[in-house]
T-cell receptor
Framework: GAVVSQHPSWVICKSGTSVKIECRSL??????MFWYRQFPKQSLMLMAT?????????EQGVEKDKFLINHASLTLSTLTVTSAHPEDSSFYIC???????????????FGSGTRLTVV | GDSVTQMEGPVTLSEEAFLTINCTYT??????LFWYVQYPGEGLQLLLK?????DKGSNKGFEATYRKETTSFHLEKGSVQVSDSAVYFC????????????FGGGTRVLVKP
């Protein structure tokens, strides 16, 4: 159980266009989802925390107008990279917290990641 | 604030060698502790966890013991395989449901045949 599906796995887009990444919890309801960015050979950088039905909480230094997060249902959160530029190229990973289980003891389930390349 | 420190890699080993990845933490209270593994081009998978002091988490031949006295959660495996080549992340659990994990910097492990 506790499967998180992330789509697409990889995407190439032209500079100036927008890209949407989806994160779905397949067999549980996710009150909270997290979006991370990972640069090559580095750790994960938390970008934002999204709670179903409310605005996302962004980490310091993350542009909320560039990285739009929507968490409209208990099973889906989306990250839209708006007006993408080559410096936005990165590996983006989502994770989800089950609603009914204390995350403190459970840990979170991660999606398989999305490799974004902006050309 | 809470933090996790892992030994820097890369760690290069031969097949069947013993692996240890050190992890120490600073935290208020007694958080759960986790090890995640990331294979090339993939997301993170939970490898093992421990929820209280002296707990031992184990999975796929890997083990780690929650040591409160030394604030450590070192990962060990007695005999590594080429398929264990990956990046390993130590993490502090959230203080409550819906809070974030705190990750260490990750340790890249390369196992050579």
């Amino acid at each position: 159980g506790a499967v998180v599906s992330q789509h697409p796995s990889w995407v190439i887009c032209k500079s100036g266009t927008s890209v949407k990444i989806e994160c779905r919890s397949l067999d549980f309801q996710a009150t909270t989802m997290f979006w991370y960015r990972q640069f090559p050979k580095q750790s994960l950088m938390l970008m934002a925390t999204s709670n179903e039905g409310s605005k996302a909480t962004y980490e310091q230094g993350v542009e909320k107008d560039k990285f739009l997060i929507n968490h409209a249902s208990l099973t889906l959160s989306t990250l839209t990279v708006t007006s993408a530029h080559p410096e936005d190229s990165s590996f983006y990973i989502c994770s989800a917290s089950p609603q009914a289980i204390l995350g403190a003891n459970y840990g979170y389930t991660f999606g398989s990641g999305t490799r974004l390349t902006v050309v | 604030g809470d933090s996790v420190t892992q030994m820097e890699g890369p760690v290069t080993l031969s097949e069947e060698a013993f692996l240890t990845i050190n992890c120490t933490y600073t935290a208020t209270g007694y958080p759960s502790l986790f090890w995640y593994v990331q294979y090339p081009g993939e997301g993170l998978q939970l490898l093992l966890k421990a929820t209280k002091a002296d707990d031992k988490g184990s999975n796929k031949g890997f083990e780690a013991t929650y040591r409160k006295e030394t604030t450590s959660f070192h990962l060990e495996k007695g005999s590594v395989q080429v398929s264990d080549s990956a990046v390993y992340f130590c993490a502090l659990g959230p203080k409550a449901a819906g809070n974030k994990l705190t990750f260490g910097g990750g340790t890249r492990v390369l196992v050579k045949p």
